[in-house]
């Protein structure tokens, strides 16, 4: 089992800078030239290639993942998704994962699972892929290239469990970090002033 997630963490590590679009690339460079992480570890979420790419404090990437998101297309927050997604209610035009630059934390869901949320008042957080009747379903659409078929979830940002446990636990989970989630629906560049 230890020796499946090293080889898997070594996979992350070696296609994750290849794995990086242009426009994640000229995000991370920004980010690392103006230091607007503060020196906190952080991750980009490339909607566009339904991809994860955490890096750590002092900005080396320390791991990349395909991502399952939001099944909505679109870069806001729904006003009050966060109170009916506590209830299980979060209506099919809702289930959009948020754009925008996020000081986010580790922390405890309402099942006393751990997640890193992103946007606490949203619900919005990135999570590992939970056991149930679609985890089959959804190890599937991970494994697929592309964006394509990973619009599921309902805007939360999930990756494979191994993944979630060895990177995005260890340096997005422990205490606070940064989250930058580019837009889908607009210029990149109108989301992140100066890139």
Request: aromatic fraction near 8%; glycine fraction near 10%; hydrophobic fraction near 45%.
């Amino acid at each position: 089992m230890l020796r499946a997630a090293v080889c898997a963490l070594s996979f992350w590590l070696a296609a994750g800078a290849s794995a990086m679009s242009l426009p994640a690339q000229d995000l991370m460079r920004w980010i690392r030239s103006n230091g607007d992480h503060g020196a906190l570890p952080f991750a980009i979420v490339d909607k566009r290639e339904a991809q994860l790419h955490v890096f750590d404090s002092s900005g080396r990437l320390v791991g990349s993942s395909p991502a399952l998101l939001g099944a909505t297309l679109g870069d806001h927050i729904v006003p009050g998704v966060g109170e009916r997604a506590q209830q299980g209610a979060v209506r099919a035009d809702e289930r959009t994962t948020p754009a925008g630059r996020f000081v986010s934390f580790g922390g405890i869901n309402n099942t006393g699972e751990h997640v890193v949320w992103v946007d606490y008042d949203s619900a919005f957080a990135i999570h590992r892929l939970r056991p149930g009747r679609a985890f089959k379903t959804r190890v599937d659409r991970l494994a697929l290239p592309g964006a394509n078929g990973k619009r599921v979830s309902e805007g939360c940002v999930v990756v494979p469990v191994a993944f979630y446990e060895e990177v995005v636990q260890r340096y997005l989970g422990s205490g606070r970090s940064m989250v930058y989630v580019m837009p889908e629906s607009s210029r990149i560049s109108e989301l992140f002033r100066g890139l």
